[in-house]
């Protein structure tokens, strides 16, 4: 519905293994400019990806409180691969924006499937970890007494608990916190998820401000495709700002996707040491992605 509600998309197409028709009858009455389409089970997956400039690929199951992402492997790891193979087939040059969890392995799953089809370009894909962004504006905001939209944090490292790192020392506007509210919201901001998943009570995970994130970070693509300057968002993408293959930081998007990945600057004490451990966790998610499909 919020990519339908978008000036920049003028063909929409909607996907999924069940429910495809109904959403795509509602989401078609609204008198916005873009064209909706439908497409029901993998027999129309290559129809429904085919002319496509974006894909977007928030599908797979959510957690149950007491899960982590990473219990969700399992499932969703052949579902990405499964529509990973259909892009390389039907649009190998759009840019991927990848949701499904845990986004630490599937992002390198998707890799793996690229390079086995022989289409894998590193700049146009992307895991999407606006949500943790978003949150961090939002609780930092809260803490400062600031209109969120007011508030730039970065969040580095990764999508899942102690990998979800926010540089608190260099948020935008200038400011300071006590440890305490550092520790505060590092720990809130590295369980913002969870805790939508503890109040939903076995009821899903996030799916409103997720779709709030995706949808500000998709349009952040369109409008680089469309070769918009100065659009910088983090996202987990392939890099070599540390020694691991993949990682989250600022990214510069553009006509070809991801086309700068910026250093993540200086970092203070605190950071450092949640820089190792979510490299640590980081290193072994990215491995089980992409052994998923070495293997
Ligand atoms: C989130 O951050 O809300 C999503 O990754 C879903 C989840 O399981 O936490």
Known sequence: MLMKMNPLVSVL????????PGVTADVSHMDTGAVVRGFLGQPQLENALTGMDLVI???????????????????????????CE?????????LVNLISNPVNSTVPIAAEVFKKAGTYDPKRLLGVTMLDVVRANTFVAEVLGLDPRE???????GHAGVTILPLLSQVKPACSFTPEEVEYLTKRIQDGGTEVVQAKAGAGSATLSMAYAAVKFA???LRGLRG???????AFVSSQVTELPF??????????????VYQLGLLNEYERVGL???KKELAESIEKGASFIKK
Request: contains cysteine; neutral net charge.
């Open 86 to 94: 259909g892009i390389a087939k039907s649009c190998p040059n759009a």
């Open 57 to 83: 690929i928030p599908a797979g199951v959510p957690r149950k409180p007491g899960m982590t992402r990473d219990d969700l492997f399992k499932i969703n790891a052949g579902i990405v691969k499964t529509l």
């Open 228 to 234: 918009d300057a100065g659009i910088v968002e983090c």
């Open 247 to 260: 990682f989250a930081s600022k990214v510069r998007l553009g006509r070809a996707g991801a086309e700068e």
């Open 151 to 157: 508030v730039d944090v970065p969040v580095v490292g």
């Open 219 to 221: 349009d952040a693509c």
């Open 276 to 278: 190792e451990k979510a």
């Open 13 to 20: 197409h909607l996907y999924d293994v069940v429910n495809a």
